[in-house]
């Protein structure tokens, strides 16, 4: 059981870590040449004002990319991973089918982002985390409460962010 326990603890090490760093390098992409490009894009798919949602995406994804790379308050880290991906998809993936590699690209990659910080959010961050050093790992930040956390944190601020911020472009 020991052994199983380390192999646990080790693989969701590398899965918060690989997930949290990559979703923080996205974030930092966004800000590194300037966050203008970001906010056109933003704005003509209808995320509104632009400049604010590219600077509310690019801090999302960096703070709670950190977070979760750390394994600090964890199921929130994991919300606001699911969060963002409800919103990629609703915005820009949705109506591209199913796979990366179509036209526009598909939601195959914001899927499996927001099932990963899922996971992790119902799993618990392990003992290899900050939310462990501090005692915050057991047993509300794991289990039932921690995927609740996750998906009600996620979806629900992922929804109050289409509802307030969401204004589709006029279709020709």
Same mark, same amino acid.
């Given at each position: 059981?020991?052994?199983?326990?380390?192999?646990?603890?080790?693989?969701? %090490?590398?899965?918060?870590?690989?997930?949290?760093?990559?979703?923080? /390098?996205? *974030?930092?992409?966004?800000?590194?040449? =300037?966050?203008?490009?970001?906010?056109?894009?933003?704005?003509?798919? $209808?995320?509104?004002?632009?400049?604010?949602?590219?600077?509310?995406?690019?801090?999302?994804?960096?703070?709670?990319?950190?977070?979760?790379?750390? =394994? /600090?308050?964890?199921? %929130?880290?994991?919300?606001?991973?699911?969060?963002?991906?409800?919103?990629?998809?609703?915005?820009?993936?949705?109506?591209?089918?199913?796979?990366? %590699?179509?036209?526009?690209?598909?939601?195959?990659?914001?899927?499996?982002? =927001?099932?990963?910080? /899922?996971?992790?959010?119902?799993? *618990?961050?392990?003992?290899?985390?900050?939310?462990?050093?501090? *005692?915050?790992?057991?047993?509300?930040?794991?289990?039932?409460? $921690?995927?609740?956390?996750?998906?009600?944190?996620?979806?629900?601020?992922? %929804?109050?962010?289409?509802?307030?911020?969401?204004?589709?472009?006029?279709?020709?």
């Amino acid at each position: 059981m020991i052994r199983a326990m380390g192999n646990i603890n080790f693989v969701l %090490f590398v899965l918060r870590v690989g997930l949290g760093v990559t979703m923080a /390098l996205h *974030g930092w992409n966004k800000l590194r040449n =300037g966050i203008g490009g970001t906010a056109g894009w933003f704005q003509s798919i $209808g995320m509104r004002p632009g400049r604010l949602n590219a600077y509310m995406a690019a801090y999302t994804e960096i703070g709670g990319g950190a977070l979760l790379a750390i =394994g /600090l308050f964890t199921p %929130f880290a994991a919300a606001a991973m699911i969060g963002l991906m409800l919103v990629a998809y609703w915005v820009a993936h949705r109506d591209n089918g199913f796979f990366i %590699f179509n036209k526009d690209q598909g939601w195959e990659y914001v899927l499996i982002i =927001g099932l990963a910080a /899922l996971a992790i959010g119902g799993i *618990g961050p392990g003992e290899w985390s900050a939310d462990d050093i501090l *005692g915050l790992s057991d047993p509300f930040y794991s289990g039932w409460w $921690g995927v609740a956390i996750s998906l009600v944190g996620g979806i629900g601020g992922g %929804f109050a962010q289409l509802g307030v911020c969401y204004r589709p472009p006029k279709k020709d």
